[in-house]
C-alpha cells in the first residue's frame, strides 16, 4: 500500500454528477495522485487493472453497476484483494450492509459528510482494507500472504529499532539461522507487514520517537492481515510496566538488553517452532473451512434448484386439475399434491436448520395477510384428512394483518397441523381457529388426543428450551425451535377430557 496520499491512484464510481464531482474534489484536495472516473461496471474493472488503481470509492446500486458485484470482483481477484473499497451510499438496509461487510468493504459512508469525515474514512481504509469482521476474506488473503512453511530457517524475522547498530548486531546473531528483514521506524515496519512478503516474527523495541513499539504493536493486532505476526519485544530492565502492556496487547515475549545471543537464539527458536505448528493446524482449519463451504453452496444450489422444480411441479398440478374427472384421479392428484407439499416443507425445514446451525439464516420480516399464509398450507393436507375422514374445522380471519417470516411461520404451522392430523383418530375433528387483539394474533390448532404423559414433560420443558433433541416428534420439535427465531410465543394445553390445543402468540 502507498505510504501517503501522494502515491495514490483513486478510482470514483457514481453516476450521481454531483456526488461524483464532490469526492473527486475532495480526493483531489487530500493530494491524490490521480483521480479517475468510471461509469459502468465493466468499465471500472479494465481502470482498475490498467491505471494500477489503489483506492475505490463506488457508489451503491447504479445503472450497469452494482458496489456488490465490482467488490465481489476485487477480492476474488489475486491481485486486487487488498485494494480499499469505499462504498458511499444513502442507502441503510442492514442485511445488505452486513452482506458488504462480510465481502470486505473497507468503509461504508453516508451522505451528507464534509471533507473531515470522509478524509477521516479514506484514510482509515488505506491503513486497514480489510474489516476484522470479514473473517473469510482475512483467512484467504493471509493464507496466501503467510505461505505454509516446514523449517524454522524458512521463516522472515523483521528486526525494528531507531538505533542502526542495534539491528546490525540482532542481524548479524540470526541471519544463518532465518531470512531477516529491518525497519528504523515503526511506518516502514507496517509498510513491510503489509505487503505481499510479510515477517512471520518481529523484534521490536519498545522505546522508539514518533511511533513507539507499544502503539505498533496495538495496530498489527487490531489489523486482520496483521494480526497473526508473533511479536516479541526488545527491552531495557528498568521498562517493566511497559513489558506487561506489550504483553497484554498480544506480544508472545520480551527479551532484555542488552542483548545475550544464546538467550535470543533460544527464545526465537521456541517461538519459530511455535509459529510452524500453528501454522499446520491453521491450513488443515483453512482445508476443512474451504470444504465446508464448497459443501454449504452445493447444499444452497441443490435447495434453489429443487425449490423450482417442486415450484414448477405445483404449478402443473394446478393446470391440470380442472380436467381430472372421475373420483380415483382426484385422489391421486389429491395424493401428488400432499407430496408435493410435504417435499417442499422438508426441503426448507432442512434449509432453514442447515442455516441456524450455521448461524447465518437471515430474518425477513413482512406484513402479510393471515389468510393467505395458512390457506395453502392447509390445502396440502386435503389428502390426510380425506384418507382418515377427519372433520377439518378453520375459523380463521383472513384480513388480519401479521408481521412475520413468512417461511419460518409456514414451517411452524405446518409441523404444528401436520402433528395435529397424525395423532387424530380415524372421523375425529381438527379445529384451527384465530382471534385478533390490540398487539397480537393467537392462532389455536386443536385435535382431541391427548399427549401422553411420557411425553408431556419433555414437550413442557422444549417450550422453554432451546434444545432440539428433547421429544421424539420432530414436527412439534421443530415449530418450538422455529418460533425461537421468529421470536413469538408457542405453548400447550393437553387433557384427556378436552383433547390438545397449540397456541401461536404472533406480533401483529
Known sequence: MPSNFSDI?????????????????????????????????????????????????????????????????LRDNENTMKTPFVIVSTMIEQDLIKQAIAMGVSEYLVPPF???????????????PIQASATSLSRTINSKRFSQKVHCGELNVLVVDDIADNIAIIKELIKDKYRVKAALNAKTAMKICLSDLPPDLILL????????????????????????????????????????????????????????PAILLA???????????????????????????????????????????LHDSAETLIELSPTVNTKPSRRSLSQLKYNIG??????????????????????????????????PILSI?????????????????????????KKLLGIIFACLYL????????????SITSASYQDFVLIKIHNITEIPEEALDKIAHLSHSNKTNEVNDMSINLAFLVMNILQ?????????????????KLPC
Open 381 to 405: 393436507f386435503d389428502f390426510i384428512i380425506a384418507s382418515k375422514n377427519i372433520e377439518a374445522f378453520d375459523n380463521i380471519d383472513e384480513s388480519i394483518n401479521i408481521n412475520c417470516d
Open 419 to 430: 402433528n395435529a392430523l397424525d395423532v387424530a383418530p380415524r372421523g375425529s375433528k381438527v
Open 205 to 260: 523495541d519498545i522505546m522508539m520517537p514518533e511511533v513507539d513499539g507499544l502503539t505498533l504493536c496495538k495496530q498489527l493486532k487490531e489489523n486482520p492481515l496483521t494480526q497473526n505476526i508473533v511479536v516479541i519485544f526488545l527491552t531495557a530492565l528498568s521498562e517493566t510496566e511497559d513489558v506487561v502492556k506489550g504483553l497484554s496487547l498480544g506480544a508472545v515475549d520480551y527479551i532484555t538488553k542488552p542483548i545475550v
Open 114 to 128: 464534509n471533507k473531515k469525515i470522509f478524509e477521516k474514512r479514506i484514510n482509515k481504509a488505506l491503513k486497514m
Open 9 to 73: 491512484n483513486a478510482l470514483v464510481i457514481d453516476n450521481n454528477s454531483s456526488m461524483r464531482q464532490i469526492m473527486v474534489s475532495m480526493l483531489r484536495v487530500m493530494g491524490m495522485k490521480t483521480v479517475i472516473v468510471a461509469n459502468s461496471e465493466s468499465q471500472c474493472m479494465q481502470l482498475i487493472t490498467a491505471e494500477n488503481i489503489n483506492l475505490v470509492v463506488c457508489g451503491w446500486n447504479l445503472p450497469k453497476l452494482n458496489a456488490l458485484s465490482v467488490l465481489k470482483k
Open 488 to 504: 413469538g410465543e408457542l405453548y400447550f394445553h393437553s387433557s384427556k377430557e378436552f383433547g390438545t390445543t397449540f397456541y401461536l
Open 267 to 309: 527464545r526465537i527458536e521456541v517461538h519459530s517452532k511455535i509459529i510452524l505448528n500453528q501454522r499446520t493446524i491453521q491450513g488443515q482449519i483453512d482445508d476443512f473451512l474451504q470444504k465446508n463451504e464448497i459443501f454449504v453452496q452445493y447444499n444452497d444450489n441443490t435447495y434453489n434448484k429443487l425449490t423450482r422444480l
Open 342 to 375: 410435504m417435499s417442499t416443507l422438508l426441503l426448507d425445514s432442512g434449509h432453514v436448520l442447515a442455516k441456524l446451525q450455521q448461524n447465518n439464516y437471515t430474518l425477513t420480516l413482512t406484513k402479510e395477510k393471515l389468510g393467505n399464509l395458512l390457506f
